[in-house]
Nanobody, 115 residues
Framework: VQLVESGGGLVQTGGSLRLSCAAS????????MAWYRQAPGKEREGLSCIGSSDDRADYADSVQGRFTISSDNAVNTVYLQMNSLKPEDTAVYYC?????????WGKGTQVTVSS
């Protein structure tokens, strides 16, 4: 399985970005797709996840109400819509796919929020 993130960039405080994660390969093995982020000097933080079969979504408290995860199975892509961005949202954002005994990561996309 290969995961490729895109959509990161520089945005001002209060702005929005939409990240995409395109999946290819043996994607049938993935049960849950998720977004994580890692800021400099901090541990990787789980943000949101969505089930591959039921689209049930969950969010970390830090992004609840501002970020929305969604998926388009027709194009094997998961999205993260990020609104009301804050400088503390600055980080590298990673896509993750998890199945039974397997875990896949993308290389990440940089999001920088200027104050």
């Amino acid at each position: 399985v290969q995961l490729v993130e895109s959509g990161g960039g520089l945005v001002q405080t209060g702005g929005s970005l939409r990240l995409s994660c395109a999946a290819s390969g043996s994607i049938f093995s993935i049960n849950v797709m998720a977004w994580y982020r890692q800021a400099p000097g901090k541990e990787r933080e789980g943000l949101s996840c969505i089930g591959s079969s039921d689209d049930r979504a969950d969010y970390a408290d830090s992004v609840q109400g501002r970020f929305t995860i969604s998926s388009d199975n027709a194009v094997n892509t998961v999205y993260l819509q990020m609104n009301s961005l804050k400088p503390e949202d600055t980080a590298v954002y990673y896509c993750n796919g998890e199945g039974c005994g397997s875990n896949y990561w993308g290389k990440g996309t940089q999001v920088t929020v200027s104050s």
